[in-house]
């Protein structure tokens, strides 16, 4: 073979090696794209007049059906509704049980002088704020207008929505359950605060967050009950503390608990205690064996919300700061407690079956460019 023979082989052999790759990146690309992957945590900027000057997030799983529930989870200080979706596991859980997912973020930045640039200078939902725990006013306000959103846009079921949150985002997901409890069957206060532990960030750092108020379960139940015109019924609730914490003291989940089993009218004595995953539990039911509050008690993590990375069907979430690996994977626990524990229709999460078929024909369009490019590979000398 001649050398410009040899030159001419070589060169188409390398134009059929680039056609491979571009071949199976777009196989990838087409897979990737499918059913399964095709959801993104997004903005949407059009919802209401925003009075607490929010930002609106949202995932929501392709082919989602009507009427499916919502779940607004609220991120805790230096963190963002993206460093919140997938981190937490409630992505995961969103594809997989069917439900819509609200991200709300704090606008981080001073909130001082003709120059602000955000809400808070850490970026934490205001909790503590006269102006923005009121019900109709504020970051409560804005949040109730994107959960409106939500429901004209998606079709939300308008009793299945929930709330939960981290450290301020919990204190925050107190004040949405003081301040709207007609609007949520339930919510989780993880590493949170009572609602209305603070009306400014003195006493919330000085006397709410560590040590920590002791006020009577009445006394906080009041607090409840005067935040809206709401007689009953009132959310479920589930509390989530780390034993040791030391940026909010534990007390504060001994707290909520005297808050909210006190606006359930029901005793202040666990009905069940446990241990799930190897963290103490405790439940509070009604007459009727109706769970309406639980508290669990995590060992050995430090302040954040528990997760359980890996692939297994227990387990969730990536551990990064203030998202914790503690071998429990709290927002599935959460979803069970409200209910949500299963897909809807034996499909795949969203309402609709999963389409097998179409699974398998990208699987084998993959493995088709990956053998073609085997091939070309195996040609070159």
Same mark, same amino acid.
């Given at each position: @073979?001649?050398?410009?023979?040899?030159?001419?082989?070589?060169?188409?052999?390398?134009?059929?090696?680039?056609?491979?790759?571009?071949?199976?990146?777009?196989?990838?690309?087409?897979?990737?794209?499918?059913?399964?992957?095709?959801?993104? &945590?997004?903005?949407?900027?059009?919802?209401?007049?925003?009075?607490?000057? $929010?930002?609106?997030?949202? /995932?929501?799983?392709?082919?989602?059906?009507?009427?499916?529930?919502?779940?607004?989870?609220?991120?805790?200080?230096?963190?963002?509704? $993206?460093?919140?979706?997938?981190?937490?596991?409630?992505?995961?859980?969103?594809?997989?049980?069917?439900?819509?997912?609200? $991200?709300?973020?704090?606008?981080?930045?001073?909130?001082?002088?003709?120059?602000?640039?955000?809400?808070?200078?850490?970026?934490?939902?205001?909790?503590?704020?006269?102006?923005?725990?009121?019900?109709?006013?504020?970051?409560?306000?804005?949040?109730?207008?994107?959960?409106?959103? @939500?429901?004209?846009?998606?079709?939300?079921?308008?009793?299945?929505? /929930?709330?939960?949150?981290?450290?301020?985002?919990?204190?925050?997901?107190?004040?949405?359950?003081?301040?709207?409890?007609?609007?949520?069957?339930?919510?989780?206060?993880?590493?949170?605060?009572?609602?209305?532990?603070?009306?400014?960030?003195?006493?919330?750092?000085?006397?709410?967050?560590?040590?920590?108020?002791?006020?009577?379960?009445?006394?906080?139940?009041?607090?409840?009950?005067?935040?809206?015109?709401?007689?009953?019924?009132?959310?479920?609730?589930?509390?989530?503390?780390?034993? &040791?914490?030391?940026?909010?003291?534990?007390?504060?989940?001994?707290?909520?608990?005297?808050?909210?089993?006190?606006?359930?009218?029901?005793?202040?004595?666990?009905?069940?205690?446990?241990?799930?995953?190897?963290?103490?539990?405790?439940?509070?039911?009604?007459?009727?064996?109706?769970?309406?509050?639980?508290?669990?008690?995590?060992?050995? @993590?430090?302040?954040?919300?528990?997760?359980?990375?890996?692939?297994?069907?227990?387990?969730?979430?990536?551990?990064?700061?203030?998202?914790?690996?503690?071998?429990?994977?709290?927002?599935?626990?959460?979803?069970?407690?409200?209910?949500?524990?299963?897909?809807?229709?034996?499909?795949?999460?969203?309402?609709?079956?999963?389409?097998?078929?179409?699974?398998?024909?990208?699987?084998?369009?993959?493995?088709?460019?990956?053998?073609?490019?085997?091939?070309?590979?195996?040609?070159?000398?």
């Amino acid at each position: @073979m001649s050398n410009h023979d040899s030159i001419c082989r070589h060169l188409a052999l390398a134009e059929r090696f680039r056609l491979g790759v571009a071949t199976l990146t777009i196989a990838i690309g087409l897979w990737l794209s499918s059913e399964a992957f095709g959801a993104t &945590t997004t903005e949407d900027v059009s919802f209401g007049n925003n009075p607490g000057n $929010l930002r609106m997030f949202k /995932f929501v799983p392709d082919g989602l059906a009507a009427g499916r529930p919502l779940v607004v989870a609220l991120h805790g200080c230096t963190q963002t509704a $993206l460093s919140y979706d997938d981190e937490t596991g409630w992505t995961a859980l969103a594809e997989r049980l069917g439900f819509a997912l609200l $991200l709300p973020q704090q606008r981080q930045g001073s909130p001082l002088g003709p120059f602000a640039t955000g809400n808070h200078i850490l970026g934490c939902f205001n909790w503590f704020l006269p102006g923005d725990i009121g019900r109709d006013q504020g970051e409560a306000l804005s949040i109730k207008q994107m959960i409106d959103t @939500m429901q004209a846009d998606h079709g939300s079921d308008s009793t299945k929505v /929930f709330v939960t949150g981290l450290s301020a985002g919990g204190a925050m997901t107190a004040v949405m359950l003081a301040t709207y409890p007609e609007v949520f069957a339930g919510g989780a206060v993880i590493a949170g605060l009572p609602y209305h532990c603070a009306t400014s960030e003195r006493e919330a750092t000085s006397q709410c967050m560590k040590p920590g108020k002791n006020l009577s379960p009445a006394q906080w139940g009041s607090l409840v009950r005067n935040a809206s015109p709401h007689t009953g019924p009132w959310p479920k609730v589930s509390i989530w503390h780390e034993s &040791t914490d030391t940026t909010v003291a534990p007390v504060n989940a001994t707290e909520l608990v005297d808050q909210w089993t006190n606006v359930h009218g029901i005793d202040r004595t666990p009905d069940i205690t446990d241990t799930v995953q190897g963290h103490a539990h405790e439940v509070f039911t009604d007459a009727g064996g109706k769970p309406l509050v639980e508290i669990y008690t995590i060992a050995g @993590m430090g302040h954040g919300t528990p997760v359980d990375p890996g692939p297994g069907p227990e387990q969730c979430g990536t551990a990064r700061a203030f998202i914790l690996d503690a071998g429990i994977c709290s927002s599935l626990q959460i979803a069970r407690f409200w209910g949500l524990g299963q897909p809807p229709g034996g499909g795949n999460g969203n309402g609709t079956p999963v389409d097998r078929a179409k699974l398998l024909e990208r699987l084998n369009d993959v493995q088709k460019a990956v053998d073609g490019l085997r091939n070309l590979i195996q040609q070159l000398p």
